[in-house]
């Protein structure tokens, strides 16, 4: 008779097994989603699209890039942990996202870590951190004794509150002991024409962002934030071998889906994602913009996650930034 029972409990899990294959086998049957949280154009856009097209390749239908700007990408954020959990609806998560708003703003509309779905980390990149060339400052040290010799006189630019390279900056303020005044802009673009213009006399952004002004003369650069020199400007020094061992901060890129998300469904697109990163003119072209390929499962990617939200949502509270 008990073996009876386990037979017939065995026999009732074939249906549901197959009913997972059959929603990996047939996914995608319709146009796929991605949605992004920031403007148009910018990196995660570029992103996004760079992947969204190679997908539908892949996968015979098309993955649309659907851009949901707003409050530090969080309107993107909580439309997408609201959506369906099919697959269908995807979102491209980012450090300020999944790691800083959510501990800036009161209420953000999702939780970052139990309303979606981790599918895969894409790419990563260091920030630089430049000044205007009229400034003295030629190196980190000369940026932190100004600033210890005069409180909350420097300021930096920065492309939006909570934003990596403004938490960059509050992580260095920290680990120096130092005092700088952020001056916060609606993107990268408004913040490099007045650090161009002198009116802020530094900033710390995306390296590809200020690569063409340093290239120009226009802006000086004085460190990379991640723990080894980029390949763009090798001769660039780190923060980390300028006086503060195992400083590091890395802008990233990755794919996630609302929470419940059949997990078959989870593994293709990692899968695929992984086999478009592996493409030797999708590494080629992300390299040219900075941009370091992460190959990684769900569960690396998860953990990864629980890290940066340990790591910037301990500086959030420690510091007392609050957004409304």
Known sequence: MLRFKHLLGALCLVPALAAHA??????????????????????????????????????????????????????????????????????????TTHAVSPYLYPNVGYDPVNDFVDIIRLVHTPLLMTVNPSTPFKTVADVVNYA?????????ATGGAGSSPHMSMELLKREAKIDMTPVHYKGDAAAFNDLIGGQVAMMTSNIVGPLPYVQGGK???IAVTSLKRSPLLPDVPTIAESGYPGFEVITWFGLVAPAKTPMS????????????LAEADV?????????????????????FLREENVKWGGLVKQLGLKLE
């Open 22 to 95: 059959s929603e990996a086998d047939n996914y995608p049957s319709k146009p796929v989603k991605i949605v992004v949280g920031f403007t148009a154009g910018g990196p995660t856009d570029i992103v996004a699209r760079v992947v969204a097209e190679r997908l539908g390749q892949r996968l015979g239908q098309p993955f649309v890039v659907e851009v949901r700007a707003g409050a530090g990408g969080t309107i993107g954020g909580a439309y997408v942990a609201k959506s369906a959990p099919d697959g269908y609806t995807l979102y491209v998560a980012v450090q």
């Open 219 to 221: 802006l000086r650069p």
């Open 265 to 276: 469904i989870v593994n293709k697109l990692n899968k695929e994602t992984e086999a478009v």
């Open 283 to 303: 590494r080629q072209k992300f390299s040219k913009m900075g941009f370091e390929v992460v190959p990684n499962t769900p569960e690396e990617f998860s953990k």
């Open 148 to 156: 210890r010799a005069n409180p909350g006189k420097l300021n930096f």
